[in-house]
């Protein structure tokens, strides 16, 4: 037996995340040089993070090539709502509660019992796996009058919780050009509602009953304002051939109406300095007005072509309009397609070209490109824009999300958050992803697009860099997790979503995204690939030298503390000497297990000892010596999470070089 009374054991924690900004004497031990598909833990450790499956099983239809993306993909009500080429689409998706045989028969009076029927059809089509079925009617919780194997489909076993979901229904077409959409749900009037933009189209409201209404400026002004230059008496006659002095009429239509105070007018003509033939008092009474008064456009103009919507303090807010990228739209109070200044609409201009807004808090946020201003103020008669900052922008709005207590948004110099202070009116702005900055680097200036989403459960935040050189499997995108007062990160491959949305259901955070060229809507946090494809998680620890690399170290064992989620199968690595090429290279050791238990005190590795423990400690003898040591875990891909929690390495000092 080997004498082991010199040996001295090193343990840590896995905490920290992926840091690529230090030197490997400053890293802590717990950080990590490479974190790819595993994720910070809230609860301690590096998680392989879950995979996605299939959402609905039918892919959304494509108007001109199979090759499209999927536009959007929003949740409401009880309904998931896609959008691909030139139509927006309906479905709903449940999962069973009952195990199908092959061998079960049902020749239309067959049931179905799933976990719920809410958002489906009446009557109609539903499919499992790669076989349709048929019903004429429902219940909560069962399709009736059920025919299997239709459509040229063969009757197939189908287990517990496998996904069932409907064909997708169109609900709005003829939407040419679209681009990506963003979307606001809410509730103006008792009746909840989603509007959707689309960067080229009228902005769509749909209803509980998926009803469409088109949004469009009826006699769109320009939202011009200037100033009153000559005083107008409240006894001054004006039945249409009036003038109107002002500062400057250059950005007015050539005819319109304006108002001043509470007082429209209407003209059919203008100088540069004059509004003429005027009718003044249409819809109220004559009053004074003074010189310095303000003029303004009586309508804003065209929502048509936004890219962005928000609705903010009982109005809808508008932004990202091609004729007019600096400016922003919003409706009277209350009524989302009401668009005159004397109800209570209006619009304004910012310096700046408009990236994305978002409500947070009691402000509108209004990002630009180098530049970020917010609004201020309960209505029209008193909204104030004011600045946040000048200096930093937000370079794509799909990345603005609220995430646990801030907006977090892409900077030129990576993820920065906009945080309130205690003190009223003061916004702090900072930097977060200094550790990972180099892949943002990498990033930033050569991705098509971006996509991003919260998951609210683990206080995570997941932004997707999307190139259109490179496939899914190598697509790349980053996991920023707020652990007590600390961001940490890691990496994720393997997922391109063109699309995102999360919501919760009976307190289960949803997770979807639109593929990027397949035409299907994932679900993630769901199964252990990524839809059949492998997860590749690797995890390595920083080049540990034991605070003296001068002296070699013969190592003995590694202690493994890990949290399996069910069986493991992933590869265990020691590596010397910052992997030299000439430097011991051991044989992985597999860090697998059939059963969820303790592994401890064995020579015998694998072999379960101390049984039921969620947190085994699995003990492995391993080979080599180095002046540094660092431990690398690949994952097999296909397996359940398991969260790595912490190491402890043991062995004995040799000599000095």
């Known amino acids: 037996m080997s004498d082991e009374s010199q040996t001295t054991p090193s343990a ?16 802590q031990p717990g950080e990590a040089l490479e974190l790819k598909n595993f994720e910070p833990a809230v609860g301690g450790g590096y998680r392989r993070i879950n995979g996605y499956t299939k959402y609905v099983l039918a892919i959304v239809p494509y108007t001109a090539s199979a090759s499209e993306k999927v536009l959007m993909v ?62 004429t009617g429902k219940t909560s919780t069962a399709f009736t009058g059920v025919t ?35 979307f606001e749900r809410f509730n103006f009037d008792g009746t909840d509602k989603i509007i959707v933009v689309d960067g080229a189209n009228a902005p769509t409201v749909f ?137 209570g609409a209006g619009s304004f201009k910012v310096d700046d070209e408009i990236t994305g807004i978002k409500v947070f808090r009691d402000n509108l946020f209004i990002f630009c490109e180098t530049r970020i201003f917010k609004l201020s103020g309960s209505s029209g008669a008193n909204f104030t824009v004011s600045d946040v900052t000048r200096d930093i922008g937000c370079i794509n709005g799909d990345t603005i999300q609220e995430f646990a207590g ?26 977060i992803s200094s550790s990972v900055q180099s892949i943002f680097n990498d990033n930033i200036a050569d991705a098509s697009e971006f996509e991003s989403v919260v998951i609210t459960d683990k206080t995570q935040y997941r932004i ?14 980053i996991i920023c997790v707020l652990k007590g007062q600390k ?45 059949g494809t492998s997860i590749l998680g690797r995890y390595r620890s920083p080049d540990l030298t034991f605070n003296d690399p001068g002296i070699r170290k ?14 493991v199968d992933a590869d265990l690595f020691v590596r010397y000497d910052y992997e030299d090429k000439d430097s011991p290279r051991p044989a992985a050791y597999p860090l697998d297990s059939t059963d969820v238990v303790a592994i401890y005190g064995t020579s015998v590795y694998g072999t379960p000892t101390y049984g039921g423990s969620s947190q085994p400690l699995v003990r492995q003898s391993v080979e080599g010596s180095g002046f540094a040591v660092a431990l690398r875990v690949n994952d097999g891909g296909a397996t359940a999470p398991y969260a790595l929690k912490g190491f402890q390495l043991e062995y004995q000092l040799g000599a000095r070089r």
């Open 74 to 135: 929003a949740t409401f009500g009880d309904n998931v709502l896609a959008a691909r080429g030139t139509s927006i689409y309906s479905s709903a998706s449940t999962h069973l509660a009952t195990a199908i045989a092959s061998s079960t028969g049902m020749t239309g009076s067959g049931t179905i019992t799933v976990d719920s029927t809410v958002g489906f059809s009446s009557s109609g089509t539903v499919q499992l796996g790669s076989e349709t079925f048929t019903y």
């Open 12 to 27: 840590f924690n896995c905490e920290g995340g992926l840091v690529l900004n230090k030197s490997n004497f400053m890293m």
């Open 207 to 343: 209803n509980s009953s998926l009803a469409a209404t088109d949004i469009a400026v009826a006699s769109a002004g320009t939202g011009e304002q200037t100033l009153l230059a000559a005083v107008i008496a409240s006894g001054d006659g004006m039945t249409g051939s009036g003038t109107l002095t002002v500062a400057d009429t250059s950005q007015f239509a050539s005819t319109g109406s304006v108002i001043i105070g509470t007082e429209i007018f209407t003209y059919t003509g203008k100088t540069s300095t004059t509004f003429t033939g005027v009718t003044r008092a249409v819809t109220s009474s004559a009053i004074a007005h003074e010189v310095g008064a303000i003029v303004a456009d009586l309508k804003p103009s065209a929502v048509t072509g936004a890219k962005h919507v928000a609705a903010f303090k009982n109005h809808m807010f508008f932004a990202g309009m091609s004729a007019n990228k600096q400016e922003v739209v919003f409706s009277a109070p209350f009524q989302e397609g009401a668009f005159s200044v004397a109800i």
């Open 148 to 182: 299997r194997a239709t459509g040229a489909t063969s009757a197939a076993a189908h287990a517990l919780d496998a996904v069932l979901s409907e064909a997708w229904n169109s609900i709005d077409s003829g939407r040419t050009s679209a681009n990506k959409y963003n």
């Open 464 to 477: 997707f860099f999307t190139k259109s050189t490179v496939g899914q499997n190598q697509t790349k995108g």
């Open 487 to 531: 961001f940490e990160f890691s990496e994720i491959v393997g997922i391109r979503p063109s699309c995102t949305d999360s919501f919760v259901s009976e307190g289960n955070v949803i997770v979807l995204h639109g593929a990027y060229a397949a035409g299907y809507i994932y679900k993630q946090e769901s199964g252990n690939t990524f839809d």
């Open 406 to 431: 801030d907006l977090i948004f892409l900077g030129p110099d990576g993820l920065r958050t906009v945080a309130g202070t205690a003190r009223i009116g003061d916004v702090e702005l900072g930097t």
């Open 554 to 567: 013969h190592m003995q064992r590694v202690i493994v503390n890990y949290n399996p989620e069910a069986a």
